[in-house]
């Protein structure tokens, strides 16, 4: 396992649609690993492979029950409002009031290629989004207001 270099905003990755992952490979099980222990080193609950610079369909979390692996993940539903401050690892010194679904439930693959559903509410379902929102080019600031962005970023 290895700490990898977190990409910051501007990145080009960071704004592109991450590739889906055709087959589970020693690599892409290489990338989990790295992901995880980039996660943890940096105090985060959630990593995307794009913030690692690796344009796949890959995410990580943990909100405290535990590392949730995901390739290929998709939400299948979303449910309620939360409206809570946001931050990311990829734009550090900055959070912000973000409204997301207050549960979601997302599919995809674990480690082993067998098919998971992830069910979250309040922090999950948050970095459930967040998370794949990053596979999709979009970023956390994408969803606030530039004025009070500029406010937070002072």
């Given amino acids: 396992m290895a700490i990898r270099v977190i990409r910051l ?4 990755v960071l704004r592109e649609v991450a590739k889906p992952v055709p087959e589970i490979t020693k690599n892409i099980l290489k990338l989990l690993d790295d992901m995880a222990e980039t996660m943890y080193d940096a105090d985060g609950v959630g990593l995307a492979a794009p913030q690692v610079g690796i344009s796949k369909r890959v995410i990580v979390m943990d909100c405290g029950e535990g590392l949730i692996e995901m ?15 946001e931050g990311c690892l990829s734009i550090p010194g900055v959070t912000a009031e973000v409204n997301r679904a207050n549960r979601v439930v997302a599919k995809g693959l674990n480690r082993h290629g067998e098919e998971i559903t992830v069910e979250g509410e309040g922090l999950l379902a948050r970095c459930i989004q967040h998370e794949i929102d990053h596979l ?19």
């Fill in 9 to 12: 905003e501007g990145d080009p």
């Fill in 71 to 85: 390739i290929n993940p998709v939400i299948v539903s979303k449910e309620g409002e939360q409206i809570g401050p």
């Fill in 136 to 154: 999709d080019g979009i970023l956390f600031t994408d969803y606030v207001n530039p004025l009070d962005l500029m406010k937070t970023k002072k």
